[in-house]
T-cell receptor, first 112, second 112 residues
Framework: DAGVTQSPTHLIKTRGQQVTLRCSPK?????VSWYQQALGQGPQFIFQ???????QRGNFPDRFSGHQFPNYSSELNVNALLLGDSALYLC???????????FGQGTRLTVV | DAKTTQPTSMDCAEGRAANLPCNHS???????VYWYRQIHSQGPQYIIH???NNETNEMASLIITEDRKSSTLILPHATLRDTAVYYC?????????????FGAGTQVVVTP
């Protein structure tokens, strides 16, 4: 049973560009959450998707947007990249609110 | 702001028990205590959770004080693979599993 998978594993982008990160949830899970983890800090909640809609959102600007597809997979989009967006982006999946969250290995984004 | 306080770091000898403290003095009656850990370059991994009774699973034990203002995660026989950042999190029952509020955690280093 595959766990949460994220792609790509590493990415380098230039300031001002746009980026799309992808996440496939654990089999049987229907809810996907995204986190940003800066170096040396704990993960910070960005938003959560359920039934193809944004269900909750953390304190992140509108440059951060997402999407969930009918197969429950999800994308995180970040526009107008800033140097401060460099971080590990984590995806977590769960069966709505009934199971613990399982995390993927993350995508390391470097903005130069 | 995170609702928990943990030591920044601690060392433990391989084969010995590791006792990780967490302070959550403002915890509410309907809030659970959760523990996750993050091994370097991986996503966080669920360990255990509890409300007021002590809990044990194949990974660890969780001891919660009677007033619920603090708890201790116990790794009974630490191995080198237990070297990780350990996060103590409080979560309201019924809140989304996906929206977890991580603090800075405790860096645990297990030495031979």
């Amino acid at each position: 049973d595959a766990g949460v998978t994220q792609s790509p594993t590493h990415l380098i982008k230039t300031r001002g560009q746009q980026v799309t990160l992808r996440c496939s949830p654990k089999s049987g899970h229907d809810t996907v959450s995204w986190y940003q983890q800066a170096l040396g800090q704990g993960p910070q909640f960005i938003f959560q998707y359920y039934e193809e809609e944004e269900r909750q959102r953390g304190n992140f600007p509108d440059r951060f947007s997402g999407h969930q597809f009918p197969n429950y997979s999800s994308e995180l989009n970040v526009n107008a990249l800033l140097l401060g967006d460099s971080a590990l982006y984590l995806c977590a999946s769960s069966l709505l609110d009934t199971t613990e969250a399982f995390f993927g290995q993350g995508t390391r984004l470097t903005v130069v | 702001d995170a609702k928990t306080t943990q030591p920044t770091s601690m060392d433990c000898a391989e084969g010995r028990a590791a006792n990780l403290p967490c302070n959550h003095s403002t915890i509410s009656g309907n809030e659970y205590v959760y523990w996750y850990r993050q091994i370097h370059s991986q996503g966080p991994q669920y360990i255990i959770h509890g409300l007021k009774n002590n809990e044990t699973n194949e990974m660890a034990s969780l001891i919660i004080t009677e007033d619920r203002k603090s708890s201790t995660l116990i790794l009974p026989h630490a191995t080198l693979r237990d070297t990780a950042v350990y996060y103590c999190i409080v979560r309201v029952a019924g809140d989304s599993w996906g929206k977890l509020q991580f603090g800075a955690g405790t860096q645990v280093v297990v030495t031979p």
